[in-house]
């Protein structure tokens, strides 16, 4: 369908409809609302309400986290991806009413979820008590003494591994006039020593300054009791507390039937925004407030009687200014040119003097990619992914359009791939040469094999990246003619038609020859489309002196630029010739040793490798000769993409006969 024709609205009604209005405008959801700028009017100031409802979204997805970690709910990415519950619009206006009522459970939840985050640090911080009594685990007496009836105690460590010995030898020599001393350890580590040192109360200060002389640190936090005590205490705390966990998880869990309606809340939330974030772009006078923006026009009358029947309102259509870049530009494709939409986007979206560039790129993407992967089995597995995505899994929006897009990319791989003879690389000749004893396996290439007769392929290659750029040079003809430039049609395209096709002939001339007949075309057409570039090209300057310099200076970017351009399309050879190479080494690693299960296991794991890189080696440079050498032809691009106004739910969605009523 490509682009598809806007019409500008621009609607004033009554404030105190405002709310009942937007929310219109997104359920039925096929507007985009644009900026006013009109300095008699006040803007919407939605930056508090916005961050209000960001607040209570993530109250509700904080919540949501809750119930699904409590009752184990998991889901794969694909589940994420396709789970999706219809639900009725009345379901959700109801939904909207009891807002307040589903929070309230949220809260709840959460203020459960906070005592489980508070027991849980505290079983951390006893776990860290444990893990600091432990060495101090044979000791009999409390960490904290100090004193006995006769003796001064100090109890702590060195930063070092140490025995007894050692220790009396440093405090004999830190104070050898003190006798008594006695050292007693209690475990010992390459990282720590854990002691206890006795003297008489009379030496009890020099002790002290001699112990630290040598390195030796108190605890921080000593024992009050025996440390083994200690850590049995701290043991049962945590068994208590793991066993509030478990209580506070069965309590979240019976929540599980609000799991649906909070999840549907959240989006509500979601929508809430989106919905203020747009009324921030309409303005409001005493009474009134203004919209302006962009409707399909297969809808815009439609929507003027609808909107004016449900509403005091008065709605002015108008053909947007086709000069005008904020213009949106809506596109709509069906699945084989919808699959590369987001790829065009992400180069640039068409700008409104642009044609839809979609549906002819999409067969030359489909077409370049499918040559580059080259394997049949690689082209089937795609096929089965997009298959089951789109008609199993039934993915909806963006995912199908991905979907359809490795479909059909799978569709060509699989074709090129017959037509080159490669099914999981050169699998099946393995298996009779290796498995079933023949001398040589059949060939299953339906027109040649690549690595047999690459100058083939070379030239084939080169032949498709000249009716791609054709193709790219047909879209500019037709865009100029559209924008009655008839003369830039003529001139832009024609002799680079003749001067591009005459060189191809003579390029082919010097690797395979050509017969004389087709060589003297290829001289004359190579000269007339010359000439026609060095008199048209520079038509634009004022003297003739100028005119001669633009033309040689476009003859010399024609020459270099479609010379580099047709070059660039060696790829092709390249990423097939790499695909097909690393395939039939992978069957060869796992032939070698004549084992079946080896075999197996190595052809999983290399061909799953291959794919994988091969997949993104062909993505990236399939769109680098879009990007460069197919949309210089003629694309403009930087548009903006038509954004409806609609609701944008994560987990439901309307039924059909429902939204539209």
Known sequence: MAKIKLSHFALIAMLEDSKRLMDYLQRIGITTLSNVENEALTKYQMTQLLAFYDKQQQRVLDAVSAIERSCK??????????????????????????????????????????????????????????????????????????????????????????????????????????????????????????????????????????????????????????????????????????????????????YAPEYDRMRLLADYYA???????????????????????????????????????????????????????????????????????????????????????????????????????????????????????????????????????????????????????????????????TFLGMEKGPSLALWFEPTADSIKLMLFSFLIGIIHLFTGLAIRFVTLAKQKDYIGAICDTIPVYLFVTGFAIVGKDFIEPVSPTVKTVGTWLLAAGALLIILTAGRSAKNILGKLGGGVYALYNSTTGYLGDILSYSRLLALNLVTGVIASVVNMLGAMMGNIVVFIIIFLLGHTMNIAINLIGTYVHTCRLQYVEYFSKFYEGGGKVFTPFKFNLKHFKFKEETIND
Request: glycine share 6%; charged share 25%.
């Open 73 to 254: 709910i998991k889901r794969s990415l694909i589940q994420s991806l396709t789970d999706y519950t219809e639900i009725e619009y009345h379901e959700y206006r109801q939904l909207c009413e009891d807002a307040d009522l589903v929070m309230e459970k949220c809260d709840e939840v959460n203020a459960l979820t906070q005592q489980i985050q508070a027991l849980k640090a505290d079983i951390l911080r006893r776990r860290t008590q444990i893990d600091y009594y432990r060495p101090w685990e044979s000791l009999d007496i409390p960490m904290s003494t100090q004193r006995t009836p006769q003796t001064a105690v100090f109890i702590g460590i060195f930063k070092s591994q140490l025995q007894r010995d050692g220790i009396e030898a440093l405090l004999a020599q830190q104070l050898p006039e003190i006798d008594g001393i006695s050292v007693e350890v209690v475990s010992s580590t390459k990282m720590q020593t854990c002691c206890v040192v006795l003297c008489h109360h009379s030496d009890a200060v020099a002790v002290e300054a001699g112990l630290k002389a040598v390195g030796f640190i108190r605890p921080d936090h000593p024992a009050k009791t025996l440390p083994s005590a200690a850590i049995k205490t701290c043991q049962a705390e945590i068994e208590q507390a793991n066993e509030s966990i478990a209580r506070l998880t069965e309590d979240i869990a019976q």
């Open 271 to 433: 929508a809430q925004k989106e919905k203020y974030q747009f009324m921030e772009k309409a303005a409001t006078g005493r009474r009134t407030i203004y919209v302006e923006g962009y409707v399909p026009e297969r809808n815009a009358e439609q929507l003027k009687f609808d909107v004016e029947k449900r509403f005091v309102a008065q709605m002015e259509l108008s053909a947007p200014d086709p000069d005008d870049d904020d213009v949106p530009v809506l596109i709509e494709n069906r699945d084989f040119a919808g699959g590369v939409e987001s790829i065009t986007n992400m180069y640039a979206p068409p700008s409104n003097r642009d044609l839809d560039p979609n549906p002819v790129m999409a067969f030359f993407y489909y077409l370049l990619f499918g040559m580059m992967l080259s394997d049949a089995g690689y082209g089937i597995l795609m096929v089965i992914v997009g298959l089951v995505a789109k008609y199993k899994l039934k993915v909806e929006g963006n995912l199908r359009k991905t979907a359809s897009f490795a479909l059909y990319c799978g569709i060509s791989t699989t074709i090129w791939g017959a037509l080159f003879g490669g099914f999981f690389g050169d699998l099946i000749p393995t298996i009779c040469t």
